[in-house]
């Protein structure tokens, strides 16, 4: 038995000394895989700085694009809040008008319209103009209503606006609300 002992521990430690071969090999073959030279390594450096500069560059002009947008629609939540009023004014002055006796109360409320309307229109608000006989368009108006044409030249046209449209600046705040004619 001893014998067959001494030769297993001799297989045990020749397989034991080969693997450790095979091992040291592998190391030596990673250590001998070729070194990027000075100037490859100069190139990556410089490769990766490029594309940091070039990402840097793109978050500085895509945030400088969302801070004008922002400044631009700063005021989208007000102005929307306000066009209610500009709507009650207009009915106001339309009733006042039909009345003769309150000629000094229409001049009085068209002069406080029109200087609260002007201050709008400076801070980039503007009507969208819409007419009986223009044609409907789903990008810019609202279909509120479709009624039977008057004629065949008014079918599929807007036959009368109920409420007006508003932009400030590019962006549509309050899309004109129309009847359609079928």
């Known amino acids: 038995m001893s014998k067959k002992n001494k030769h297993k521990e001799e297989e045990l430690t020749n397989e034991q ?11 030596e073959t990673k250590e001998a895989a070729p070194e990027p030279s000075a100037e490859e390594q100069i190139q990556a450096e410089k490769d990766k700085f490029l594309r940091l500069f070039a990402e840097f560059e793109n978050y500085k002009k895509r945030t400088s694009r969302e801070r004008i947008e922002l400044f631009k629609t700063a005021g989208q939540e007000l102005m929307t809040s306000l ?9 106001a002055l339309s009733h006042i008008e039909e009345d003769k006796e309150a000629e000094e109360l229409s001049k009085g409320v068209l002069l406080i319209y029109n200087k609260f309307y002007n201050t709008l229109e400076q801070k980039g608000l ?12 789903a990008e810019i108006h609202e279909a509120i209503t479709q009624i039977p044409a008057p004629s ?31």
Do not use: M
């Open 17 to 27: 000394e080969q693997f450790q071969n095979e091992e040291n090999q592998d190391v």
């Open 83 to 91: 066009l209610p009023i500009v709507d009650d004014f207009e009915r």
């Open 126 to 137: 503007s009507k969208i103009e819409t007419k009986a006989g223009d044609t409907f368009d």
């Open 152 to 182: 065949e030249e008014l079918k599929g046209k807007v036959i009368d606006c109920v409420e007006k449209g508003y932009r400030l600046g590019d962006k549509v705040i309050r899309y004109p609300k129309v009847v359609i004619g079928q």
